[in-house]
């Protein structure tokens, strides 16, 4: 059973900076795409951003191109999202995803487990 718990949210002001961390255990985090995804209240979970395995190979919703970077420390077994420039709207809580397979990183449902999630409030 893999076990993801993130950790780093907060309350910070429009244009600051925050930086999140997924901590993976339970198993090997070989070969697993992790994925950031987020949910404010009232809409559907969306994507973020994700990276591959050998970290070769990053992804980003537009909504956040230029302002997020996402990156991964398998010695760790630790997954980062560097949030800079943030903006109220980036307010929600924010999940880490882990899949073990070639499908796009991109839809909720190809994630295989979940962490619970940690809010991220960015005030005007």
């Known amino acids: 059973q893999v076990q993801l718990v993130e950790s780093g949210g907060g309350l910070v002001q429009a244009g600051g900076s925050l930086r999140l961390s997924c901590a993976v255990s339970?198993?090997?985090?070989?070969?697993?795409?992790m994925g950031w995804f987020r949910q404010a209240p009232g809409k559907e979970r969306e994507f973020v951003a994700a990276?591959?395995?050998?970290?070769?190979?990053?992804y980003y919703a537009d909504s956040v191109k230029g302002r997020f970077t996402i990156s991964r420390d398998n010695t760790k077994n630790t997954v980062y999202l560097q949030m800079n420039s943030l903006k109220p709207e980036d307010t929600a809580v924010y999940y880490c995803?882990?899949?073990?397979?070639?499908?796009?990183?991109?839809?909720?449902?190809?994630?295989?487990?979940w962490g619970r999630g940690t809010q991220v409030t960015v005030s005007s």
């Open positions: 995803a882990a899949k073990n397979t070639v499908a796009s990183p991109t839809p909720t449902w190809h994630y295989d487990y």
């Open positions: 990276i591959t395995w050998s970290g070769g190979s990053t």
């Open positions: 339970g198993r090997t985090f070989s070969g697993y795409t």
